[in-house]
């Protein structure tokens, strides 16, 4: 499955993000969940932004990516800097 690994029995997806607009790029986690379910989903939609944007700049797709993770029941993530 592209973008998620199995790590001890949970699914943590990541994608290639640069780390400012002209910066180098970066393997980021979008998160860990328990179901493959929930983690397809997160792949799916950080997917389309990709798709959308053609280049993702880390801290302005976890914006994105952490308002999506409230909707679907889950925290913010830590290397975002959400306050």
């Known amino acids: 499955m592209k973008n998620i690994k199995v ?15 002209h910066g180098r790029s970066v393997s980021v986690s979008v ?17 389309n932004l990709k798709a959308n944007t053609k280049t993702l700049v880390k801290y302005d797709a976890l914006v994105l990516v952490n308002e999506k993770r409230e909707e679907m029941g889950y925290g913010a993530l ?3 800097q959400n306050k």
Do not use: P
């Not at 998160?31 to 997917?47: H, P």
């Open 7 to 21: 790590i001890e029995g949970l699914y943590k997806v990541y994608f290639s993000m640069k780390t400012k607009r």
């Open 78 to 80: 830590r290397n975002s």
């Open 31 to 47: 998160g860990t969940y328990d179901s493959i379910l929930d983690a397809v989903k997160m792949r799916d939609f950080v997917a």
